[in-house]
């Protein structure tokens, strides 16, 4: 008997075992690359957290905190129950060392309340409810001076810890002004015209301040910092620009999307541009490029530097 083949069918064949050949040694190659890893994560240890801060004709501020376990609750009262008290604080400037004063939200004055409250963003009735203390000074010797360095120290649970900062030269800004948008006669963006000095480092922190209300309101909004608040002279050493900024507190609350972002006619608004120096800057850009990144399975894991010793976390 006599079979006539045909030569597509033939083909047809052989596509079919090299498929299965290659499947074959893939599967092979898998198996023989299978390796079980096991990661050893290092156990929690609770960390002292430094959030100091001082600034030209201005007393130092201290608050003081323990870090939290990542998989730790996460509410307000967990949040404020970690402040810590008892520590002792001090303040140098190379020639004057001071001890700071320990004070208390359950001591507060009403007017101090207030103050606080707009430095940690917490509402005068939660300060009440709990006991959150600062450490700070009414002694005139070490505030904040240009050109200083100032030493903090600390002294916590039998450990003692340091940092250094120093309050650098200001760059005052040119001129600003108010700019419209179009399609937005009555709303637009601040703009500023910066001189930045040559030939060296300069860090900057943008923050504004709404203390009137183009309807009339009076509300004093506190000092908010923008989306990208920090900025370095890599890319502008030497030279005079204009720049926008955009106001911060028009988002959301009902605010129109063609107006976020904007400032309306007959807002008096604050600014306020400090410098800081490279550390200072450093912590403060990575700070903000993990806030802006948090949660994105694809962003490069960002460590955050500070200028204190001995294991702390934070800066001052």
Same mark, same amino acid.
């Given at each position: 008997?006599?079979?006539?083949?045909?030569?597509?069918?033939?083909?047809?064949?052989?596509?079919?075992?090299?498929?299965?050949?290659?499947?074959?040694?893939?599967?092979?190659?898998?198996?023989?690359?299978?390796?079980?890893?096991?990661? !050893?994560?290092?156990?929690?240890?609770? @960390?002292?957290?430094?959030?100091?801060?001082?600034?030209?004709?201005?007393?130092?501020?201290?608050?003081?905190?323990?870090?939290?376990?990542?998989?730790?609750?996460?509410?307000?009262? %967990?949040?404020?129950? =970690?402040?810590?008290?008892?520590?002792?604080?001090?303040?140098?400037?190379?020639?004057? @060392?001071?001890?700071?004063?320990?004070?208390?939200?359950?001591?507060?004055?009403?007017?101090?309340?207030?103050?606080?409250?707009?430095?940690? =963003?917490?509402?005068?009735?939660?300060?009440? /409810?709990?006991?959150?203390?600062?450490?700070?000074?009414?002694?005139? @010797?070490?505030?904040?001076?240009?050109?200083?360095?100032?030493?903090?120290?600390?002294?916590?649970? =039998?450990?003692?810890?340091?940092?250094?900062?120093?309050?650098?030269?200001?760059?005052?800004?040119?001129?600003?002004?108010?700019?419209?948008?179009?399609?937005?006669?009555?709303?637009?963006?601040?703009?500023?015209?910066?001189?930045?000095?040559?030939?060296?480092?300069?860090?900057?922190?943008?923050?504004?301040?709404?203390?009137?209300?183009?309807?009339?309101? %009076? %509300? !004093?909004?506190?000092?908010?910092?923008?989306?990208?608040?920090?900025?370095?002279?890599?890319?502008?050493?030497?030279?005079?620009?204009?720049?926008?900024?955009?106001?911060?507190?028009?988002?959301?609350?009902?605010?129109?999307?063609?107006?976020?972002?904007?400032?309306?006619?007959?807002?008096?608004?604050?600014?306020?541009?400090?410098?800081?120096?490279?550390?200072?800057?450093?912590?403060?850009?990575?700070?903000?490029?993990?806030?802006?990144?948090?949660?994105?399975?694809?962003?490069?894991?960002? /460590?955050?530097?500070?200028?204190?010793?001995?294991?702390?976390?934070?800066?001052?």
């Amino acid at each position: 008997m006599k079979y006539e083949v045909d030569r597509n069918t033939i083909n047809k064949g052989l596509t079919m075992s090299k498929k299965l050949l290659y499947i074959l040694v893939i599967g092979i190659l898998i198996s023989s690359c299978t390796k079980e890893v096991v990661i !050893d994560i290092p156990g929690y240890e609770e @960390t002292l957290v430094v959030d100091g801060r001082i600034e030209t004709g201005q007393p130092p501020v201290i608050f003081l905190s323990t870090s939290k376990e990542v998989y730790s609750p996460t509410d307000i009262e %967990t949040f404020l129950n =970690g402040y810590i008290s008892g520590a002792t604080v001090s303040v140098s400037n190379g020639t004057s @060392t001071v001890v700071l004063d320990e004070i208390c939200s359950s001591s507060l004055t009403p007017a101090m309340a207030e103050v606080v409250s707009a430095m940690l =963003g917490i509402p005068v009735s939660q300060l009440t /409810n709990y006991n959150i203390c600062a450490y700070t000074t009414l002694d005139t @010797t070490v505030w904040g001076e240009v050109g200083k360095t100032y030493t903090l120290s600390i002294t916590h649970d =039998g450990k003692n810890y340091t940092g250094e900062t120093t309050i650098v030269d200001p760059t005052p800004l040119v001129t600003s002004y108010w700019q419209p948008e179009s399609g937005t006669p009555n709303h637009g963006y601040s703009w500023c015209t910066l001189a930045d000095p040559p030939n060296q480092f300069d860090g900057y922190l943008w923050e504004v301040n709404i203390i009137g209300h183009a309807n009339g309101d %009076t %509300t !004093d909004t506190g000092f908010e910092p923008t989306y990208s608040p920090v900025f370095d002279d890599a890319f502008f050493d030497g030279l005079e620009f204009d720049f926008w900024y955009e106001n911060p507190f028009a988002y959301g609350g009902g605010v129109a999307e063609e107006l976020r972002g904007l400032y309306e006619t007959g807002d008096t608004v604050l600014i306020k541009l400090s410098k800081m120096d490279r550390t200072i800057f450093e912590f403060y850009e990575k700070k903000y490029v993990q806030l802006q990144t948090a949660g994105n399975p694809f962003a490069t894991p960002t /460590n955050i530097p500070n200028n204190l010793n001995n294991g702390a976390l934070g800066i001052w």
